[in-house]
């Protein structure tokens, strides 16, 4: 095959993209069960991996722009390297959001939370199914996967309005309790988020296989 | 491929004992300045170049890059007019040195050139002719499918090897040019603008080549082709030319940080094409 050197190195990319991929899903997963045990030291440790999730995308980064700089990149190659780039910093941000809910956890304390932890947790797990299809998505060219699992995030989006529904139900009965509301309402809107940044991940795996800017999250 | 890195140069019988470090690289250049009769060609170059790695020289025409690559294996001796100040060292001992014999020097120090020149001869022979007449005692054939092998053109070639080289299209000639310079196992590949003459496949064929190349030799390429040498190379040299058209080296690192973030403002102006 043609241009072997630089075929690794695409490939060596796409590995790192599904390790990035791997560290921020793997966060975001802990910091919602350390949130349901408000586990302080948990938090701490995530709030100190995101760091590592920090220099992983820079170094992703770094390559991208040395292969554009010394590859002169074009067609799919360029795609490819242009979503790269877009997918590394959608990941650094699920990351900041798993980073996010570990504040929260440390602003929580020790007491007891509002109520039980239920939707937030499905929530969680509907946005990880989604991310991981979408690493999957991107490392197989797979457009109708990528529109598939957009279409999906109208779940977590429910699922934040039935929370924030919920808690507001919450606070009309104990107005007392603002602060802790607010902190779940808080964590719940991280997970929203993080579910519209997968979206724009499918967004760039639609753009890597067909070339079109395509607008996913229409609703 | 087994290549002896450390070998000491043929030497006269009243030339110095060899060094014990052979040098920390392939080829450094201290102090170095070319001369074409009054003309000051080249100043001061001082060049490192790392062992088994792709090191690219780029520039404007008349920079004077392919006259520094023929100083690495003494070709400018040929030109009555060239001379040379400062020191060429190779494994740590100066190839201009009085007791070193110049046809060893081209013989460890090969080189491929832009136009493929093959001798009118058959594919084999163009193959085995440096290797008999610098007294190779192997096998031939092995060390003919060897090089060709090395040079990736044997699948292509294998038989119709006492077919004329000059049948062979552009790429596969500059291969077999690549394949004559290894069959004599050189340590330093010098590479003039080897891929100019050939279209974007046959030039894409070289490149990889080169990189398969480097795992054993020391490659050393002067390209027009600034886009060739970000492809290709490890480390970048950038020489330029000032007003009295002498030739020297602005810049010289790692070609990811020659191509992404170079240090000096006229390495960034040339390879942007603000300037040459």
Redesign the interface.
Same mark, same amino acid.
């Given at each position: 095959m043609p241009r072997v050197v630089f075929v690794r190195e695409l490939g060596f990319l796409q590995d790192e993209i599904l390790a990035l991929g791997s560290m921020v899903s793997q966060a975001l997963g802990e910091s919602v069960i350390a949130l349901g045990e408000r586990n302080a030291a948990k938090a701490q440790e995530l709030i100190q991996r995101d760091q590592e999730v920090n220099r992983k995308r820079y170094a992703i980064e770094g390559d991208c722009l040395r292969l554009m700089a010394t590859q002169q990149p074009m067609a799919g190659d360029l795609r490819l390297l242009a979503s790269v780039l877009e997918i590394t910093t959608e990941l650094e941000r699920i990351g900041d959001y798993a980073k996010g809910i570990g504040r929260i956890i440390l602003l929580v304390g020790p007491e007891p939370l509002m109520k039980p932890l239920v939707d937030i947790p499905l929530m969680c797990e509907q946005v990880l199914k989604m991310l991981d299809r979408a690493l999957d998505a991107f490392i197989h060219q797979d457009a109708d996967a990528a529109r598939a699992i957009a279409a999906e995030d109208d779940l977590v989006d429910d699922l934040y309005n039935k929370i924030y529904r919920d808690i507001i139900g919450f606070l009309v009965e104990k107005p007392q309790l603002f602060d802790r509301a607010n902190y779940l309402l808080w964590a719940a809107h991280n997970l929203e988020r993080a579910g519209d940044r997968t979206v724009n991940i499918c967004e760039r795996v639609l753009f890597n296989v067909t070339g079109q800017m395509t607008e996913l999250d229409v609703t | 491929m087994t290549i002896t890195l450390e070998r000491p140069m043929v030497r006269r019988k009243e030339s110095p004992a060899p060094q014990a470090n052979g040098g920390q690289y392939a080829i450094e250049t201290n102090g170095l300045n070319i001369y074409y009769g009054a003309f000051h060609a080249v100043r001061n170059v001082e060049m490192k170049v790392a062992r088994r790695k792709i090191t690219a020289m780029i520039g404007p025409s008349g920079c004077g890059k392919s006259t520094v690559l023929r100083c690495f294996n003494r070709m400018n001796d040929l030109i009555p007019s060239a001379r040379i100040e400062g020191e060429v060292l190779f494994q740590g001992e100066n190839i201009y040195a009085d007791y070193v014999d110049s046809v060893e020097v081209r013989r460890r120090i090969g080189m491929v050139f832009q136009k493929a020149n093959p001798f009118p001869k058959s594919i084999y022979d163009n193959v085995a002719w440096g290797a008999r007449i610098n007294g190779f005692k192997g096998n031939v054939d092995n060390m003919v499918e060897r090089s060709l092998r090395g040079a990736a053109l044997w699948d292509e070639v294998k038989d119709k090897l006492q077919q004329s080289a000059l049948g062979l299209s552009g790429g596969q000639q500059q291969r077999l040019c690549i394949a004559r310079a290894i069959a004599v196992e050189p340590e330093i590949i010098l590479m003039d603008e080897p891929a100019s003459a050939l279209d974007p496949?046959a030039t894409? #064929?070289i490149?990889?080549l080169m990189?398969e190349l480097a795992k054993d030799y020391t490659i050393i390429v002067v390209t027009h082709n600034m886009?060739q040498a970000? #492809?290709v190379s490890d480390f970048t040299a950038f020489f330029s030319v000032d007003e009295q058209r002498t030739g020297h080296m602005v810049e010289f690192g790692p @070609?990811?940080q020659i191509? @992404?973030n170079p240090s000096d403002q006229r390495t960034e102006d040339y390879i942007t094409g603000r300037f040459g």
């Open positions: - | 496949i894409l #064929r490149e990889d990189q886009q970000a #492809r @070609t990811d191509f @992404t």
